[in-house]
C-alpha cells in the first residue's frame, strides 16, 4: 500500500470505501470517541481490509471523491487523519 499524498488536491481524489451492502451505512472504526471512515487509495488495498474483518457477504467496496464523504474523521490507508489536517498538509 502506498501513502497517501496530503495535499489541496486530496479532495478531488477517488478513494475506496466500505459501505453495509443492505443499509448503505459506511464501515468506520471508533478512535477516542470519534469515528473514522476506512478509506483506502486503492480497491485492492480495501478489499483486502474487508476479507481481513471476514465483511466480505455484508459489505461493499465503494469508490468516491474524498471531498464528498460525509466525514471529518478518516482512517485513510492505515493512518488517522482529520480533514482538516488534509487541507493544511502540503
Given at each position: 500500500?502506498?501513502?497517501?499524498?496530503h495535499n489541496q488536491g486530496d479532495f478531488?481524489?477517488?478513494?475506496?470505501?466500505?459501505?453495509?451492502i443492505e443499509t448503505g451505512e459506511f464501515v468506520c472504526l471508533r478512535q477516542s470517541g470519534?469515528?473514522?471512515?476506512?478509506?483506502?487509495s486503492?480497491?485492492?488495498?480495501?478489499?483486502r481490509f474487508r476479507a481481513e474483518l471476514h465483511l466480505i457477504e455484508?459489505?461493499?467496496?465503494?469508490?468516491?471523491?474524498?471531498?464528498?464523504v460525509p466525514f471529518d474523521h478518516y482512517y485513510l490507508d492505515g493512518e488517522l487523519t482529520?480533514?482538516?489536517?488534509?487541507?493544511?498538509?502540503?
Amino acid at each position: 500500500m502506498r501513502p497517501f499524498e496530503h495535499n489541496q488536491g486530496d479532495f478531488q481524489r477517488t478513494v475506496f470505501t466500505l459501505r453495509h451492502i443492505e443499509t448503505g451505512e459506511f464501515v468506520c472504526l471508533r478512535q477516542s470517541g470519534d469515528e473514522y471512515l476506512a478509506a483506502f487509495s486503492d480497491g485492492d488495498s480495501a478489499m483486502r481490509f474487508r476479507a481481513e474483518l471476514h465483511l466480505i457477504e455484508f459489505v461493499d467496496v465503494s469508490p468516491m471523491r474524498l471531498g464528498s464523504v460525509p466525514f471529518d474523521h478518516y482512517y485513510l490507508d492505515g493512518e488517522l487523519t482529520t480533514r482538516s489536517q488534509l487541507a493544511t498538509t502540503h
